[in-house]
C-alpha cells in the first residue's frame, strides 16, 4: 500500500508536468528552407495542434499550408526555439512572447505565423 507521503509526491509531479510552459517555436520546410515562427501558451503541445491543422488543409496561414500541401509532412521539423519560465505573470508572458518571437524571426528570416 502507498503511504500518504508517496502518493503526494507522485500527485505533485504529475501536476508539474501537467502545467503548460509557453514559448516560441519555429516550423521548418527541409524541401526549401522556408521557416515560419510562432508562440504558443502551451509549446509542448503546439506541434501535435499545429500537424493537425496542417494535415485537415485548414492552417490560416497560407504560405505554411501551401508549402505544406506540396512537400508534405515528412519534409517539414519542429523546433522549440524559446521556453519561457513559468513565474512570469500572464501580462509579462505575453509581452516576452512577442519580443522572443520579434527577435527568432529577425535571425531566421522568417515569416510569424
Request: proline fraction near 2%.
Amino acid at each position: 500500500m502507498m503511504s500518504r507521503i508517496d502518493r503526494k509526491a507522485l500527485v505533485a509531479a504529475y501536476k508539474e508536468e501537467q502545467t503548460p510552459v509557453a514559448g516560441v517555436y519555429a516550423v521548418i520546410c527541409g524541401a526549401t528552407g522556408e521557416a515560419w515562427v510562432g508562440r504558443s501558451l502551451n509549446i509542448d503541445r503546439q506541434q501535435n495542434s499545429l500537424w493537425f491543422t496542417l494535415k485537415s488543409g485548414t492552417f490560416a496561414y497560407r504560405a505554411l499550408q501551401s508549402a505544406w500541401t506540396e512537400h508534405g509532412e515528412g519534409a517539414f521539423r519542429f523546433e522549440q526555439l524559446d521556453r519561457l519560465c513559468d513565474d512570469l505573470s500572464p501580462m509579462a508572458r505575453d509581452t516576452e512572447l512577442k519580443e522572443r518571437s520579434t527577435r527568432w524571426r529577425d535571425r531566421l528570416g522568417a515569416e510569424g505565423i
